[in-house]
């Protein structure tokens, strides 16, 4: 599959046919799962960074409609690189791992204004609102699986006959689904929100 293909699969997904963006998922899956098996030495861990990363990958350029990298299937292997990095120090309990960017912050700057935390912490808000709103429009399965990701406890394969999936790599998909499903929700719900506000 070459850039051009990509670029056409991802620009369906982006007027809401997500059929071949889920071709797309299957090819880059099979060309990294070898080297992220190495990598992660788990099938369970090669699929969940590899999820995490399509699901970010489908943020920026699906729903943000960011320009592709040249090579797309190399920048996934590097997002889920970044991702086994980041889980590997979580589970040794290092560092707690945050979505949002680490900024910088000179103390020579200006203090932030009042007004700048009150917008600030108004945006909080709002986003915690979305999210709160778009969880409740999943359904319950969708819901149970994305709590999964809260609960270390649990494990993903745990939930296979559960939830009645057939195999772990249909839960697996059904999961990534379910996290593209809450992603344009909450987006949809943002929009909402911030036009009543």
């Known amino acids: 599959m070459n850039d051009i293909e990509i670029k056409n699969k991802i ?8 059929r071949p963006f889920n071709i797309f998922f299957e090819y880059a899956f099979q060309k990294l799962r070898g080297k992220l098996l190495s990598l992660t030495k788990s099938e369970e861990d090669t699929r969940e960074v590899f999820i995490t990363s399509m699901q970010k990958f489908w943020e920026r350029f699906v729903i943000n409609q960011e320009e592709l ?39 020579t700057e200006a203090p932030v204004s009042y007004e700048d935390q009150t917008e600030i912490e108004n945006d909080r808000v709002l986003k915690h609102k979305a999210l ?11 819901k149970t699986l994305l709590e999964n990701d809260m609960d270390h406890q649990v494990q993903l394969k745990d939930l296979q006959q559960e939830l009645g999936y057939t195999n772990y790599q249909a839960l697996v998909q059904a999961k990534y689904n379910c996290k593209k499903r809450l992603i344009q929700k909450v987006y949809e719900a943002l929009e909402k929100l911030k036009k009543h506000n």
Not at 86 to 104: A, C, F, H, W
Request: glycine share 6%; hydrophobic share 30%.
């Open 69 to 107: 990298p040249h090579n797309s299937i190399g920048y996934i292997y590097i997002m889920c690189k970044n991702a086994w990095l980041m889980k590997k120090r979580n589970i040794k309990g290092l560092v707690t791992v945050s979505d949002q960017p680490y900024e910088y912050h000179d103390d």
């Open 132 to 142: 709160a709103i778009a969880l409740e429009k999943l359904s319950p399965k969708c």
């Open 11 to 18: 620009k369906s997904a982006q007027k809401g046919d997500e």
